[in-house]
């Protein structure tokens, strides 16, 4: 595609439920990364993977965290038993390689309630 | 650890008005330094970039340089335009395996006519 698109765009949900938020990158980057923007807080990285495979998972806070990728491309970010502390915007990132230029997609506002 | 801090916003500047954006960062090593802006609506954009010491990044009349002695790359236009309102971020890649984006908290600049 174009750019980065993510989806939804907005997300409301309930305290415990669980909630997936979907990366299409850029076709034929390989390298993509997770990452949250929390109020007044600066983006954190949560994951990176290159390929399908997840060589950095050291941002993911808890266990109720988990990402996927398949066929190199579509990522998928699950959080189980939200709390109303994972309420932020999860912006997705893509790079043709790992060295090369970032583009991020317009994010998914999650809100807990 | 690497770490990025950003002046705290926000900045109100009439248009035409000089702008300066600090930002310092910590880093082992030599990392790439980056502005990223986020419009209105939109997603994060790459504004410049500098990956050595004494590099200039500039692009849309915004400039920063990479000063290594200072642990500093602060962002700056001569003239800023009411179209210049955004979200900027400063950020580092730590040119680890991962290479992922360490951001600042982000300083919002309003620019009134």
């Known amino acids: 595609g174009a750019g980065v698109s993510q989806s939804p765009s907005n997300k409301v949900t309930e305290k415990g439920k669980d909630v997936e938020l979907r990366c299409d990158p850029i076709?034929?980057?390989?390298?993509l990364y997770w990452y949250r923007q929390s109020l007044g807080q600066g983006l954190e990285f949560l994951i990176y993977?290159?390929?399908?495979?997840?060589?950095?998972k050291s941002g993911l806070p808890s266990d109720r965290f988990s990402a996927e990728r398949t066929g190199g491309s579509v990522s998928t970010l699950t959080i189980q038993r939200t709390q109303q502390e994972d309420s932020a915007v999860y912006l997705c990132?893509?790079?043709?390689?790992?060295?090369?230029?970032?583009?991020f997609g317009q994010g998914t506002r999650l809100t807990v309630v | 650890g690497n770490s990025v801090t950003q002046m705290e916003g926000p900045v109100t500047l009439s248009e035409e008005a000089f702008l300066t954006i600090n930002c310092t960062y910590t880093?082992?090593?030599?990392?790439?330094l980056f502005w990223y802006v986020q419009y209105p609506g939109e997603g994060l954009q790459l504004l410049l970039k500098?990956?050595?010491?004494?590099d200039k990044g500039s692009n849309k009349g915004f400039e920063a340089t990479y000063r290594k002695e200072t642990t500093s790359f602060h962002l700056e236009k001569g003239s800023v335009q009411v179209s210049d309102s955004a979200v900027y971020f400063c950020?580092?890649?730590?040119?680890?395996?991962?290479?992922?984006?360490?951001f600042g908290t982000g300083t919002r600049l309003q620019v009134f006519p």
């Open positions: 950020a580092l890649s730590d040119r680890s395996e991962t290479d992922k984006l360490i």
């Open positions: 076709s034929g980057h390989t390298a």
């Open positions: 500098a990956t050595k010491a004494d």
């Open positions: 993977f290159q390929g399908n495979s997840a060589p950095d």
């Open positions: 880093a082992t090593g030599y990392p790439s």
């Open positions: 990132a893509s790079k043709r390689v790992r060295r090369g230029e970032a583009f």
